[in-house]
């Protein structure tokens, strides 16, 4: 909590975020089918100035990932 606090006050919430969530789905790279990858997401990354939509699909297609496995 304390480093998340700590990346929001330097303005690079958003790039811990988007690390944390590659490694999470580089992790998850060949669950099988009817398993699924939780991500929890901090709401604050939002209005985060780094804030950019759409990385985490491509992520997913990067490792094959279905969408519908999150």
């Known amino acids: 909590v304390a480093m ?3 990346a929001e ?3 690079c919430l958003w ?3 988007i690390l944390f969530r590659r490694l ?3 992790r998850a790279a060949g669950i099988e089918e009817g398993q699924y990858l939780f991500l929890n997401v901090d709401p604050r990354i ?3 100035p780094g804030f950019q939509q759409g990385l985490t699909r ?3 297609a ?3 990932l279905k969408p519908s496995s999150i």
Do not use: F
């Open 58 to 60: 491509e992520y997913l």
């Open 24 to 26: 999470a789905i580089e």
């Open 15 to 17: 790039d811990l975020e």
């Open 9 to 11: 006050n330097n303005h």
């Open 62 to 64: 990067e490792v094959s």
């Open 4 to 6: 998340l606090a700590e």
């Open 46 to 48: 939002i209005k985060d």
